[in-house]
T-cell receptor
Framework: KAGVTQTPRYLIKTRGQQVTLSCSPISGHRSVSWYQQTPGQGLQFLFE???????NKGNFPGRFSGRQFSNSRSEMNVSTLELGDSALYLCASSLVTANYGYTFGSGTRLTVV | SQQGEEDPQALSIQEGENATMNCSYKTSINNLQWYRQNSGRGLVHLIL?????REKHSGRLRVTLDTSKKSSSLLITASRAADTASYFCATDAGGGANSKLTFGKGITLSVRP
């Protein structure tokens, strides 16, 4: 079966712009989680969506938001980009919860200049 | 914030040797999971061990969990050059709808041919 698909793979944006990243989970998976990975902070949890509702949220500013559609596809949006937002953004899908393990996408590499 | 801390931070071994990686965590958990990441791509789920389990095997992987010491170890036997990657432990402390994974900073494993 198809894996987790993240688009785009690479993005270069300018400070102050906004960006939308997309994630299509494995068919049948209802939970989608987003992580930010940077060399300094490692993997940081952004939020999790389940059945179109945000179920868990990490400690990120309100500039980071997301949503999930009825087909479980998810998007995350970052507004007013800052240089520090440069990171690898990873999407992970699971059947119901993290208790079953995650399947990760290949990530979107965002560079803010 | 990091829940799990891996040790050592970096490990270099010869092909055919065994690699042992350790993870310590701070709070009670429902399960602990190990993931592998190759060159900044997505993470691959290796193995999940629940809090009521002490040891699990999967192919060349052996994971132990000691909840009294809040620690886990991952053993890769007969290592191969293809095992070169970063390895992360992740803990799920929430359970149920509050399940989410908190990752350590990772261990860089280099396997020399």
């Amino acid at each position: 079966k198809a894996g987790v698909t993240q688009t785009p793979r690479y993005l270069i944006k300018t400070r102050g712009q906004q960006v939308t990243l997309s994630c299509s989970p494995i068919s049948g998976h209802r939970s989608v989680s987003w992580y930010q990975q940077t060399p300094g902070q490692g993997l940081q949890f952004l939020f999790e969506y389940f059945s179109e509702t945000q179920r868990n949220k990490g400690n990120f500013p309100g500039r980071f938001s997301g949503r999930q559609f009825s087909n479980s596809r998810s998007e995350m949006n970052v507004s007013t980009l800052e240089l520090g937002d440069s990171a690898l953004y990873l999407c992970a899908s699971s059947l119901v919860t993290a208790n079953y393990g995650y399947t990760f996408g290949s990530g979107t590499r965002l560079t803010v200049v | 914030s990091q829940q799990g801390e891996e040790d050592p931070q970096a490990l270099s071994i010869q092909e055919g040797e065994n690699a042992t990686m350790n993870c310590s965590y701070k709070t009670s958990i429902n399960n602990l999971q190990w993931y592998r990441q190759n060159s900044g791509r997505g993470l691959v789920h290796l193995i999940l061990i629940r809090s009521n389990e002490r040891e699990k095997h999967s192919g060349r992987l052996r994971v132990t969990l000691d909840t009294s010491k809040k620690s886990s170890s991952l053993l890769i036997t007969a290592s191969r050059a293809a095992d070169t990657a970063s390895y992360f432990c992740a803990t799920d402390a929430g359970g149920g709808a509050n399940s989410k994974l908190t990752f350590g900073k990772g261990i860089t494993l280099s396997v020399r041919p």
